[in-house]
C-alpha cells in the first residue's frame, strides 16, 4: 500500500509538471518576426491595391466634377461631315485670327480672347445677321470692320460676286476642359459659333483654313501653346424648340475655333510630382532609423502628410472642386502607404522594446521593400500613360 501512494502521487506530480511546463512555454512564446511581417506586407498591399481602385474608379470624372462657376460645355456635335450633306444650301467660309488671349481660369473653366472673325458668302441671304458665340459669358464686343455711317454692319461686295465681312471680337469665353490628367493636362480653348436662324437647309459652314491662324506674338502664361484652327459640324439638338414649322429635330450649322494649350511638363513634373515622390522616398528612408526612435519617426510622417496636404490645397486652388486628378489620386495613395509605415513604426518599436533589435530591424527592411514597390508601382500605373 506504501509503495502504490507513492506511485499516485508521482503520476499526479508529473500531471502538475507538464501542465506547468506547457502553460510557461505558451507565456514565453512570441511570434516569430517573419510570420508578423509578412502579415503586415500582405495588409499593406491589400489596403493599396484597394483604396487604388476606390480612387481610380470612385473618383469623379470631369463630367461631373465641374463647378458652379464652370461652363457647361456646348452641345454634343453629331450628324454627318460637311461634305456628305446635300449641295442646296449656301456654303459660308468663315476663318479667325486671334489677336490675343489672356486669363485662363482652369477653376472657372474661362478665358479673354481677343480675335478676328470674318465671313464669306454667295447670295442674298447674310449670315452675319443670324449667326451667335454660344460659349461667350456675358456680353462680349463684337464690332464690324465694314460699317456705314452709322456704325451699322455693311458687307463688301467683291468683284467675283461674294460678300466679305470681319468682325474685331472680344470678351469672356467658357470652356470644358478635363483635369483627368492633371499636372499634366491639355486643354483646347474653344470658341463655338453657329447660326441661330438658318438651319443645314439653308447654310452650311466651312472653315477658311488658309487664312485660320494665331497672332505670332500671342503667349499664355504657363502654358505651351499648340496652334489655332479650326472645326466645322453639324449638330442635331433632337428639338424642334416648339417651332410647328419643323418636323421633327432640327439642325444647325456649327464651327469651332480652339486654340491647343498643355502645362509645361518639367514644370509640371516639379511644381506637382517631384513633393509627392520625394516626401515618399524621405518617409521610406525613416524605417533605416533606430527602431527606437519612434518619436523621430512619427514627426517624420507628420511632415510628409503637411506635404501632402499642401499639396491638394493647392491642386483645389486651380482644378474644380471634385475633379478627380492624377495628383490627387497620387496623394490618396501616398497617406495610405504613410498610415501602414506608422503602424509598421509602432511594431518595430515594440520589438526593440523587447531587446529583439535583428528583428525589428528585418521587419524594417521588409516594410520598406515593399512599400516602396507598391508606391512606385503605382506612380507607373497613373503617371506614364498620360505624360
Not at 470644358?176 to 453657329?194: G, K, N, Q, V
Request: proline residues 6%; negative net charge.
Amino acid at each position: 500500500m506504501p509503495w502504490i501512494n507513492i506511485t499516485r502521487t508521482s503520476k499526479a506530480e508529473e500531471r502538475v509538471s507538464g501542465t506547468l511546463h506547457r502553460r510557461q512555454t505558451t507565456l514565453g512564446c512570441q511570434p516569430e518576426p517573419s510570420r508578423f511581417a509578412s502579415f503586415l506586407c500582405c495588409i499593406l498591399v491589400i489596403v493599396v491595391l484597394c483604396g487604388g481602385c476606390f480612387v481610380v474608379h470612385a473618383g469623379p470624372n470631369q463630367e461631373g466634377a465641374a463647378s458652379a462657376n464652370a461652363i457647361p460645355p456646348a452641345p454634343v456635335l453629331v450628324g454627318q461631315e460637311l461634305q456628305q450633306v446635300p449641295a442646296e444650301p449656301s456654303e459660308v467660309l468663315v476663318g479667325a485670327y486671334l489677336y490675343f488671349v489672356r486669363n485662363i481660369d482652369t477653376r472657372a473653366n474661362t478665358f479673354i480672347g481677343d480675335f478676328y472673325l470674318w465671313f464669306l458668302w454667295r447670295g442674298d441671304r447674310d449670315p452675319t445677321k443670324s449667326f451667335e458665340i454660344m460659349n461667350a459669358v456675358g456680353a462680349p464686343t463684337i464690332k464690324p470692320v465694314f460699317a456705314d455711317d452709322a456704325g451699322l454692319s455693311k458687307p463688301e461686295e467683291l468683284p467675283d460676286g461674294r460678300f466679305y465681312q470681319q468682325f474685331h471680337v472680344q470678351g469672356t469665353f467658357g470652356c470644358s476642359m478635363d483635369f483627368s490628367t492633371y499636372p499634366l493636362d491639355s486643354h483646347r480653348l474653344a470658341i463655338e459659333l453657329e447660326d441661330t436662324k438658318s438651319t443645314i437647309r439653308e447654310i452650311l459652314y466651312k472653315v477658311d483654313d488658309s487664312s485660320t491662324t494665331l497672332h505670332p506674338d500671342v503667349r499664355a502664361s504657363g502654358w505651351d501653346l499648340h496652334g489655332f484652327s479650326g472645326r466645322a459640324w453639324t449638330v442635331d439638338y433632337a428639338s424642334n424648340f416648339g417651332d410647328p414649322r419643323e418636323q421633327g429635330s432640327v439642325r444647325y450649322a456649327h464651327i469651332s475655333f480652339g486654340l491647343d494649350i498643355e502645362r509645361p511638363r518639367p514644370s509640371a513634373i516639379l511644381e506637382g510630382l517631384a513633393p509627392i515622390v520625394i516626401s515618399m522616398i524621405i518617409g521610406l528612408c525613416a524605417l533605416f532609423l533606430r527602431s527606437d526612435e519612434f518619436g523621430t519617426r512619427m514627426a517624420m510622417y507628420a511632415t510628409i502628410v503637411m506635404t501632402y496636404v499642401f499639396v491638394n490645397m493647392d491642386i483645389a486652388a486651380k482644378v474644380p472642386d471634385g475633379a478627380g486628378t492624377l495628383l490627387r489620386k497620387l496623394t490618396v495613395t501616398g497617406f495610405i502607404i504613410l498610415a501602414m509605415l506608422a503602424l509598421a513604426g509602432i511594431r518595430s518599436f515594440v520589438l526593440a522594446g523587447q531587446d529583439r533589435l535583428e528583428a525589428a530591424q528585418r521587419f524594417d527592411r521588409i516594410c520598406f521593400g515593399v512599400a516602396l514597390t507598391v508606391f512606385f508601382t503605382a506612380c507607373v500605373i497613373v503617371v506614364v500613360p498620360n505624360y
